[in-house]
T-cell receptor, first 115, second 113 residues
Framework: DQQVKQNSPSLSVQEGRISILNCDYTNSMFDYFLWYKKYPAEGPTFLISISSIKDKNEDGRFTVFLNKSAKHLSLHIVPSQPGDSAVYFCAASARSGGSNYKLTFGKGTLLTVNP | DAGVIQSPRHEVTEMGQEVTLRCKPISGHNSLFWYRQTMMRGLELLIYFNNNVPIDDSGMPEDRFSAKMPNASFSTLKIQPSEPRDSAVYFC???????????FGSGTRLTVV
């Protein structure tokens, strides 16, 4: 029972173009969402987050959009760079529900940015 | 800050043997998490501790798995006896209560043959 779904196992884009990674969730109690980036042989590292009271959060080349009615969020990377090639994990938590330490992760999307 | 430190980085063991994975969280972090990553299931939460107390162990696959946190600076995940299907990368992560971003260790790649 996957509560956080990343339906695209992989994505390939050209350097300089936009990368859009998608994530869907089923648990309506989720109110905080994060994206993590993972390089081979390393642990995931925090990239950007968004609270459910917002619909957009931007940090440099990275923007996360949240559509609560559709239970969907996306990560936009503009412009994409070869160093962005990694696995991206979407994660969610239900902070107001008391289990605010617990993150539920999707299976990840492998992004490849071609020079 | 050395980050979250996990040992060993790689472990190869024979089926039936006991395996112990170790984790040192970031000093001052009061929550610690053990995750397992596999191709089929992605990142699964096994157990998490808050202030050294286990809060949710519903993700622990079966009784062969156990985890302890004897103090704020050390945790272990033990598998006894190990089976080939336990082969995966095991991650430890820690966080501050006020900071909802986890810091992950580099993981332990376990192979059970």
């Amino acid at each position: 029972d996957q509560q956080v779904k990343q339906n695209s196992p992989s994505l390939s884009v050209q350097e300089g173009r936009i990368s859009i990674l998608n994530c869907d969730y089923t648990n309506s109690m989720f109110d905080y969402f994060l994206w993590y980036k993972k390089y081979p042989a390393e642990g995931p590292t925090f990239l950007i987050s968004i609270s459910s009271i917002k619909d957009k959060n931007e940090d440099g080349r990275f923007t996360v959009f949240l559509n609560k009615s559709a239970k969907h969020l996306s990560l936009h990377i503009v412009p994409s760079q070869p160093g962005d090639s990694a696995v991206y994990f979407c994660a969610a938590s239900a902070r107001s529900g008391g289990s605010n330490y617990k993150l539920t992760f999707g299976k990840g999307t492998l992004l490849t940015v071609n020079p | 800050d050395a980050g979250v430190i996990q040992s060993p980085r790689h472990e190869v063991t024979e089926m039936g043997q006991e395996v112990t994975l170790r984790c040192k969280p970031i000093s001052g972090h009061n929550s610690l998490f053990w995750y397992r990553q596999t191709m089929m299931r992605g990142l699964e939460l096994l157990i998490y501790f808050n202030n050294n107390v286990p809060i949710d162990d519903s993700g622990m696959p079966e009784d062969r798995f156990s985890a302890k946190m004897p103090n704020a600076s050390f945790s272990t995940l033990k598998i006894q006896p190990s089976e080939p299907r336990d082969s995966a990368v095991y991650f430890c992560a820690s966080s501050l209560k006020e900071n909802y971003g986890y810091t992950f260790g580099s993981g332990t790649r376990l192979t059970v043959v």
